[in-house]
Structures are given as C-alpha cells and as structure tokens.
C-alpha cells in the first residue's frame, strides 16, 4: 500500500515538474520585480541620437523607441512604426506610425516627433555614413513620415534600430538649444520606451521603472532595472554569483566565462551579437615601408594560428573572424582568402619581398600597439609577437597610456601595426565602409587609418550601399570582401567574445540581433 | 584674531595659485577630452570634433581660457564636466558624501585605536605591547595602502566572506536615505579599515612617544609627589598635554587625505571623489580635475587653520610662529 | 670632509683640554646604528634586493613581459615559474626581479630630487630669515604643501606621457617640502651657534658658512629624512603605477599589482608577492631610517 502510494506520489511529482516545464512555455511571463544588470562604462548621458556606444545605448533603448526593431533574423518589425514601405528606386522609406504611442509625460509621438530626431541624427550622430543620404523628412499627416533620400541606401532599414535611431520628444529637445550638450540628456528625461528614467547617477547607475502607458499592453514585464555602473569586473562578477545581480550583458573575460561554464544556475548565450558584429583585428599601417608590400602583410597573416586563439587564449569561446563583415551579417560571404597558420610560408613570403634573416640579425623590428580598456587587446597583442618572434621578427609590444594617447597614434599614422576592436552596427554602410574607403583617411580614429587606397574597392563599396536588389548586393559585398582578404590592409582576427550571463531566473533574456541594446520590455523574473 | 584672518587670506591665495598652475599645465599638456568622447562613441566624424572643441572654448588662446575660467570660479560656477556635461560643483557634491564619511570613519579610527596603543604602550615602555607597537607602526606605514586594500579584498570574499567587499551599497538595494544606513556603513568597514591601517601606524608612535616624553617631565612628577592618582595622572594631566603634537598631525593629513583615498576608493570601487578625480584625469575632462584640486586646497587651507585653532584652544601658552 | 671641517672649526675655537676631546661623532653614530639589530638587518635586506636587483638580470635574463607559461599558473608547482604566472602567463618571479630595478631607481632619485629641493629650499630660508628671500621661499614651500601631491602628480605624469622620467620628476617635486621645513628649522636653530659666529667675525662669505659649516651639522636628522624620503617615494611610485599612470613599458611592483588587480581572487599571487616586496623594502628603509634616528640622538631615543 505504502509502496503504491510512494509511487503514485512519485509519479505525481514527476508528472507536474514535466507539466511544469510544459506549462512553463506557455505560461505567461509574471509581472514584476527588478532586473540588476551590470555594465563596466558609465554612459555620459542617456541621448544616443547624439551619442554612440553600448554603455550609452543599453539605457538609451529601454527609454526611447525606434520606428523598428529586429528579431535574430535580421527581419525588421513594428516597433513605433506598425508599417513601412520602402519605395523601389530605394530613395524613400515611408513608415506609418502607430496612432496610440506616447511619451512619457503623456504626449503623442507624432510623425514630427519621427522627423525631428532622424534629422538632429543626421547633424549630431558620429556616425556620418549612417544618414548621410538623407535630405528631409516629409510629415503628410500626423503619423506618417517619408524620408527623403539623395540616392538609394538600403541600410537606411537597419538604421532604423533602437541602438541608432531614438525617437525623442521634439516639445523636449526642439527649444533650439545644442542637443549634443542638452540639459535634457541627463535630467528629467523624457522618452518614448518601455521604461521611463528614476534617477541617473553618472559614473554609478541608472535607475530605469516601468512606463505605464507604454504602447504594448502587458509590456515590459519588469517593474524596475538597475544598470551597475562598475569598472570592477572582479567585484561585479563576485556579487553576480552571489546573486545580487541578475545580467551582464557584453561580458568578454574569457577566464571567467569558462570557470562559471559548468555554474547550472547561471545562463550563459553569445546569441545577441550579431548586429554589432564586434571583431578583433591587426591593422597594418601601409605608409609604413615595410607594409607597403602586400608579401610582408601576406606573411605575418600566416603567422598566426587562430585555433590557437579561440582555443587556447579565449577558451573555446570566440569564432574567427576571416573578413571585414561579421560572419553573421546576411551579406558576409563564404569566399574569403583564409590564412591557416603556416610559419614555412611566411618565412618564403617575407625571404621573397627581401627580408632575409643576415647573420643573425632580425628580419625587422616592429612595434605594436593596441587599443586600451580592457579586452582581449592586450593577449592578442602579446601572443602574436611571440608568433612573429619565431619568424625572427623583432617585435616590441607597447602599452599605450591611456585611449587617447593611443587614439593619436592612430590618427597620426604613428604606428606600426595595432590590434583593435572594431564595431559592424548591423549594415555594413555604417560601420565597415568606413575603414576601407580611401576617401575616408583622416586624421582621427576608426577612420581609414591603414591608409588603404584601392579604387576598385572605393567603386564596390558605392555601389554596394546603394544595390537594392539583395542577390546583387550580397554578389558587390562578396567581391568586395575578396579583394579585402587578398589584400590583408588589416589581418582579422576573432569576434569578440560577448556573452550575456543571466541568473537562471531570468526569462526571455535578449537574443535578437541587437540583443542587450535592444528594448528589454519581453524580459521577465521567474 | 588677525593673525587668523591673515592667515586665511593667505591662504585664499595660494588656492588660486593652485589653480592657476594646473589649468596652465592642464592645457599645455598634449592629451584631448574630445577624442575621448569619440572613442566612446566608436568613431567621430570631423565636423563634429570641430563643433565640440568650440564649444568647449578648447579652440581658443590659453590667457582667455583662463581668464575665463577664473572669473567663473569667483562666482562660484565651477564649470561643466566635458564628460558628464554637468555642472562640476554638483558632480563633486554627489561624490563629497561618500569620501567624508570613509575619510571621517578612518580618521576615528585611527586616532582612538592608535591612541589608545600608544597610551598603553608608554605605561611599560620596554613591555611586549611597546614593542608591538612599534612593529606596527613602522608595518602600518610600509605597507603600500593599495595593497593592504586588496589583501583584505582576498581576505573577505574568499576565505571569510561576513563582509562586502566593493562599492557603497549592494547592487540589488533600492532603498534611499536612511533606509540605506546600515547597508553603507557595513560596505564602510572594509575601506576604512585598510585606510585607518595607515594613520594609526602614526598615531600610536607619536602619543606614546609624547606620553613617555610628558610622563618623565616635572610637571608630572610633581602631581605624583602631590599624591594624584596614576589614573588621573595619566588621563587628565598627561594625555592632554601629549594630545598636541597628535593633533597637529590630525590636521596636517586630513588635509592630505584625499590621496590616501584615491588609492583606497580605487580598490574598493567606492564612488567618492578621490576616483572621481582618478576617472576625470583618465578621461581628460579638465574642468572635473580642476575643480577637485581647487576644492582639495581649499580643504588644506582650512584645515591647517582649524588645526591652528584647536592647538591655540588646547593649551594657551603656545604661541605660533 | 666632515672630518676636516670639524678639525678645522675645533681649531678657531677654544676646544676643551685634550683628555676629554670628543671622538669623530660619525663614528659614534655608525657604531651606535650597528648595534640596533633591526637596523642592521633592515641595511641587509636593503643591500640583498639592491644588488639581487642589479645583477639578477644578467643571470635570468628572460624578458618580464614575455608570456613564459600557461596563464595563471599557481606558485610553488612549477619548477620553471617558481611563484607562478599571472593572468597572461607572465612569470611573477621574472617580472618580481625586475621590477625591483625600477621600483629602487625611481624611489632613490625620485627622493635625491625632492632632498636636493628641500634642502636647498630649506637652508636659504632657514639662512636668510627675516629678509624677503626666505619670506618667498616659505610662500613657495607652503604652496607645495598646499597643492594635493597624489593628485598632482597624476595630472602631470597622465598628460606628459608617463615614462621614467616624468614620474621620478613628478614625485621629486611634490615631495620635498617635509625636507625643506626640517632644514629650514635646522638652519634657524644653528645659525647663531658659537662657531658660525666665529667664522662671521673672521669674515667668511654666506655661502660658505650655509654650505661648509651649518649644512655638515644639520646633516643627521636631514640624512635620516632623506632615508625615510626614499621609503616614501618607493611608496608613491607603486602608488603611481597601481593607477596605471607610471611607464607601461617598464615592469614595476606597482604595475604587477595594478595589472592583476582584476583578477585578485583566483590570481592572488600575482598580486601578493610584489606588494610583499615593496612592503619588505619600504620596511628595511625605515628600520635603517629609525636606527640611524636613534643613532644620531640617542639622548631623543625613544625607548
């Protein structure tokens, strides 16, 4: 009887934790609590239609809206707007926006709303590519807005993310005064997103709470987020397995990534990357002589084992990057030129473009430098002068001061070669056009900095940003990333590691394409 | 009372002075705010790195920059952060808060405890706690502060976790105001410990040294010929007098104080204005920096009269040269 | 010199009867020093890291920032890296007997600069008090002391581009005005003595008499200053490194400890052995700093 009984009730428990598991799909997501997220940079002030990066944009998408939002598909969905059309000859975009948003103090956003920030975008973004073709914004009625365009820029889609194209309140912003310096940046913020501003706290934390009358009913799930400003990854990470912090998001240290692996109560996904396309890579500076020739640049690209570097010096945790766009991006292509480790070859290479080992003395003496701040900069950088040493290559690895003793070098050419982490965002047109287009060497970083120069690719890259036709952009991309590859102004390394670690609790933790920067109102506490 | 006034004139003075040399040296120097802001967006356009370096008045000769500024910082406007484009005045407020109350708790610290060793110690000048406590002393000043810091980092995160190891409060915490007391001042424990570590080392060598000299002088030697108890002896009539030269150290480093706490605020991640100041030279945002070494003189200045104060009050006979 | 300066000042003045003439006081004074024990292993260490530090080079001389194992390889184990690696693979030990040269080179000419300052500073204040000059001279020190020393110093060493020489510059000119007002007090004190007073009345210029005659003797507290000024700017200069604001280039204590301080917890060694170091350096300079105190006074020696 006892036995009968201790089965059925067994069963009983086995039957409701798979039910529960079943049921758990489907249930719906409770409402309620607070998510603890934690983030290294402070951001200066929460308007990324003026400012750019993740630290600003985590918060800066949960207070403002975009007129669309992705999945992990790439596809664009309603967000602010519920339709859109993109006219033919890809010179306009007409988005339709849903007649039910409001802001945060209660206000419509009306489709002047929609052009008065994509305009201020245009003036104050950094980044130039991303609207430059956009001339006006058309208002015909209240919650229809056309953008106007020069040319064809089939990247204006992906411009409209949440990372990039903030709707902001013009009653706010509109009083004439500098948006780039506005007192409203910091203060008394008022937006069109899920959440809506508490209290900043710069150099500490945001505190964000739930907007009431935000345009999806139900939604956001969470009562509050905290975003932890804290430098000190060590401290952050000990109070995240203690529990008192719930996510952190754009996490890349490696040694502990791999010691929380085997940590069942903690989510660990790499998914949510992929619009940022974030990757490692040597450039090479070409005015420098002995880059100049294509033999060397070949040479020192055969030089490094990249199975060693996602294996070894990342832990099994990062994935090559072979080319300028990011392998998730719909237009990477899969015929790039590869460089598997291979020292015999270099040392042809380099033995063929003159640079022959004389009694004893080095091949070359270089210097290399990497971008500071934390990363995997540093190890990259020490690993492949070790590599370059077998090739009796002598290489001295300089530690610059601090970002923008580094950042001079750069945008002075005073350098040899140096590791650096550059950013996709999403199209290609706003973040890869930039670092090999002649036209773009400036004096300034995350310019054409190598002072590459190939009018065939100038001409691909043109055409490619404004090719409508996806089967005939991804071909103009494909060439392009060819002669790239074959050309090694830059030998790319691996993309960033980024992971977002989450307690078990958390659900619905951000996977689209722009993952943490994206709205968190799908976000729940089990 | 004049010799006060001069003397803070006096030191009105050299604050400017202050300020005076580091926006000349802060300016002169290579280094931009600009392309740290670019850096943090990923990129920058030209035109928009012209537009900010006009806006920030960095375009213009250095006499006009800083006549500018100072006739700003006679109003009291202390500028706006490059960084943060906020008023700098209310940045260092935000900070000042937590920097007093970590400053304040070790200074108490030390000064009872390392007090309170060296009195005992001079009782039995050739005694285990005499010579402990000059072990300790020259330990405690040895010991680089960043690095006992993080000792007792290892100490209470991994081997006996009762306290917090980082930050002013728990992540999770929403609680305000007072609510927050007690979370804070158990997040204070830590920090000013190892920072109390330091001044302590001090204070017990020089009051037992100052009670061992005041002890041996006729003045006490008299009050035991008068029959006073040791007690008495030792707590009134000696411990006052050898509180002086203490206290004249009090007031020295509580001046100085804020480098001590740069270093402590650093590794144990506490959002006082000694990493303000850290993080705002890093981030060349002049005005930040500038506005913390105007305040930290001021402080100096201050605090050098206040001591001059307290040494007048305590004992009257002592006139200052 | 010492010697010859005594002989000669012992000679213009009436000396007392032979019998009873004291011996050369530096001799009492190295004889009282090596009688405190503390003192004299404190001189040891110091001797064992300056020379270890010298010559260890020339037989380890492997590169401290070259990768030299697995990362965070724990001490005691392997054989190769004796205290371990840190988080790139860096071994501690190299990067321990290194960092020693810098950690020694900045600290002592970091503190020559500031004694030279101070001393200088403080003995024409001390010299010339009353007159202008040495009003001048205290504004001077008194802004130095106003002017917040860690502060400043990272301002200049951040935005001069931080080598060698802008630290040891750095350091030496936020720190001598302990010095100065210790020579300056020294001077005030000596400067009426009987025989400055002689060398007056025989007509000896200013110059001679602050550098030849009063300098000689107010030596003994400026040489345990300076003694105790070398701890200080050791200390300064991790402190200067931790930060990340000293030469990246060049391997310091404090930089070890700065570069592994994120990685505290499962890296303590890395952390841990070089901060022992500076601790055991700066404490064997005080140990010498304090026997060389009480040997100077032994009348002041606190028991």
Not at chain 2, 56 to 62: A, N, V
Not at chain 2, 79 to 87: D, E, I, L, Q, V
Not at chain 3, 238 to 243: D, I, M
Not at chain 3, 279 to 285: E, K, P, T
């Amino acid at each position: 009887m006892r036995i009968l009984f201790q089965a059925g009730l067994a069963t009983l428990i086995l039957a409701k934790g798979m039910a529960g598991s079943v049921v758990l799909a489907q249930e719906t997501p409770n409402k309620g609590g607070t998510l603890v997220m934690a983030f290294p940079q402070t951001p200066r002030h929460l308007n990324s239609a003026v400012q750019s990066g993740v630290a600003t944009q985590i918060p800066a998408t949960q207070l403002f809206a975009s007129p669309l939002r992705f999945d992990d598909n790439w596809k664009p969905q309603p967000y602010l707007a519920e339709s859109w059309e993109m006219a033919p000859d890809g010179k306009s975009l007409t988005l339709h926006l849903r007649k039910d948003a409001v802001f945060h103090d209660g206000k419509p956003i009306t489709s002047e709303d929609v052009a008065f920030s994509l305009i201020a975008i245009k003036q104050d973004h950094p980044f130039e590519s991303m609207m430059a073709p956009v001339e006006k914004v058309e208002t015909p009625d209240k919650y229809t807005a056309v953008i106007r365009m020069s040319k064809s820029h089939p990247a204006i889609i992906l411009a409209m993310s949440p990372a990039l194209a903030p709707i902001l309140p013009k009653h706010i912003y509109g009083d004439g005064k500098d948006l780039k310096t506005h007192p409203r940046n910091s203060k008394d913020v008022v937006g069109s997103g899920p959440f809506k501003l508490v209290n900043f706290e710069p150099g500490r934390r945001v505190v964000l709470e739930r907007f009431d009358k935000y345009f999806l009913k139900g939604k956001p799930y969470l009562d509050k987020i905290v975003i932890d400003v804290s430098p000190d990854i060590t401290a952050t990470t000990l109070a995240f397995q203690r529990g008192s912090i719930q996510m952190m998001p754009f996490f890349n240290r490696t040694v502990d990534l791999r010691r929380m692996q085997s940590n069942k109560q903690i989510a660990m996904t790499s998914k949510g990357y992929e619009g940022v396309g974030a990757m490692d890579w040597l450039a090479f500076n070409l005015k420098k002589k002995e880059f100049s020739d294509v033999r060397v640049r070949k040479a020192i690209a055969y030089a490094i084992d990249m199975g060693f570097v996602n294996k070894a010096l990342n832990a099994g945790l990062s994935t090559s990057a072979d080319g300028p766009v990011a392998p998730s991006s719909p237009l990477a292509s899969k015929e790039l030129e590869i460089y598997s480790v291979d020292l015999k070859k270099a040392a042809e290479l380099l033995d063929e473009a003159g640079y022959k080992i004389e009694g004893g003395k080095p091949r070359m003496k270089l210097v290399m430098d990497f971008v500071p701040g934390g990363g995997n900069a540093k190890t990259l950088a020490e690993y492949i002068a070790a590599q370059l040493r077998k090739l009796n290559i002598v290489t001295e690895v300089r530690t610059s001061a601090d970002f923008p003793s580094w950042a001079k070098r750069m945008a002075e050419r005073d350098y040899d070669m140096s590791i650096d982490t550059v950013f996709n965002w999403g199209d290609p047109v706003i973040g890869v056009h930039r670092t090999y287009l002649s036209s773009n060497i400036k004096p300034a970083v995350w310019t054409n900095t190598q002072n590459y120069s190939n009018s065939k690719v100038d001409a691909l890259l043109e055409q490619a940003g404004q090719e409508m036709d996806l089967t005939r952009r991804k071909a103009l991309y494909a060439e392009f990333q060819k002669i790239v590859t074959d050309e090694v102004p830059i030998r790319f390394l691996d993309m960033v590691p980024y992971y977002t670690l989450t307690q078990g609790n958390v659900g619905n933790v951000p996977t689209t394409i722009w993952g943490p920067v994206s709205p968190l109102d799908e976000v729940f506490l089990k | 009372m004049k010799s006060l006034i001069f003397k803070l004139l006096n030191g009105l003075v050299l604050v400017l002075a202050v300020v005076v040399l580091n926006f000349v040296l802060i300016h002169a120097a290579p280094g931009d705010p600009v392309e740290t802001i670019a850096g943090e967006s990923g990129g920058m356009s030209e035109e928009l790195r012209t537009q900010l370096r006009t806006q920030y008045g960095l375009d213009q000769p250095l006499p006009v920059q800083l006549g500018r500024y100072l006739g700003k910082v006679v109003q009291g406007d202390l500028g706006y952060s490059y960084y943060f484009n906020m008023p700098v005045s209310s940045l260092i407020l935000e900070r000042l808060a937590p920097t007093l109350l970590l400053v304040v708790v070790s200074v108490l610290l030390a000064f009872s405890v390392g007090t309170w060793l060296g009195v005992r110690a001079s009782r039995n000048p050739n005694g285990w706690l005499s010579q402990f406590t000059t072990v300790f002393s020259i330990a405690g000043f040895s010991a680089p502060v960043f690095w006992t810091g993080m000792m007792l980092i290892i100490l209470f995160a991994s081997v006996w976790p009762v306290l917090p190891v980082g930050d002013m409060t728990d992540s999770a915490s929403t609680a305000t105001g007072w609510a927050a007391l007690p979370d804070v001042l158990l997040h204070t424990i830590l920090p000013a410990t190892t920072l109390a570590f330091v001044y302590m080392a001090q204070y017990s060598r020089l009051s037992r040294a100052s009670m061992v000299d005041v002890l041996g002088s006729d003045y006490v030697r008299t009050a035991r010929a008068k029959g006073v108890s040791e007690r008495n002896i030792l707590y009134r009539h000696a411990l006052r007098n050898a509180v002086l030269p203490v206290i004249t150290v009090l007031g020295l480093q509580f001046g100085n104080v804020l480098a001590g706490a740069v270093l402590v605020e650093t590794v144990f991640n506490w959002p006082g204005l000694g990493r303000l100041a850290f993080d705002s030279v890093l981030r060349r945002d002049y005005p930040t920096v500038l506005g913390i070494l105007l305040f930290s003189s001021i402080l100096v200045v201050v605090m050098n009269v206040l001591t001059d104060l307290v040494y007048r009050m305590v004992d009257p006979r002592i006139k200052t040269s | 010199m010492s010697a010859a300066i005594t002989s000669t000042v012992k000679a213009r003045v009436p000396s007392a009867p032979p019998a009873i003439q004291a011996e050369n006081p530096w001799l009492e004074a190295a004889r009282m020093f090596m009688r405190n024990k503390s003192a004299v292993v404190g001189l040891l260490v110091l001797l064992a890291v300056v020379i270890g530090s010298v010559l260890m080079p020339y037989i380890y001389p492997t590169d401290p920032f070259e990768i030299a194992a697995a990362p965070m390889t724990p001490p005691f184990i392997e054989p190769d890296v004796w205290l371990g690696t840190d988080y790139l693979g860096r071994d501690v030990l190299n990067m321990l007997l290194f960092g020693g040269r810098v950690t020694l080179l900045v600290g002592a000419v970091a503190a020559l600069l500031s004694v030279t300052i101070g001393v200088t500073l403080g003995a024409l204040a001390g010299f010339y008090e009353g007159h202008w000059f040495s009003s001048l001279l205290s504004r001077i020190t008194e802004f130095f002391q106003v002017l917040p020393a860690l502060l400043f110093a990272m301002v200049v060493t951040s935005l001069f581009s931080p080598t060698l020489v802008t630290v040891t510059i750095a350091i030496g000119i936020v720190s001598w005005t302990a010095t100065a007002r210790l020579t300056r007090a020294e001077f005030l004190r000596l400067r009426n003595i009987d025989y400055v007073r002689a060398e007056r009345a025989i007509g000896a210029k200013n110059g001679r008499i602050i550098w030849q005659v009063i300098l000689p003797n107010a030596l003994p507290p400026l040489i345990v200053s300076a003694t105790l000024a070398i701890g200080t700017a050791i200390l300064f200069e991790a402190g200067l490194s931790f930060l990340g604001l000293s030469d990246p280039n060049q391997m310091s204590w404090g930089l070890m400890i700065g570069s592994s301080r994120a990685y505290v917890l499962t890296n303590w060694w890395a952390v841990t052995f070089p901060g022992l170091a500076i601790f055991i350096l700066v404490l064997a300079i005080s140990l010498i700093g304090d026997g060389l105190n009480d040997a100077f006074n032994p009348k002041l020696r606190e028991r």
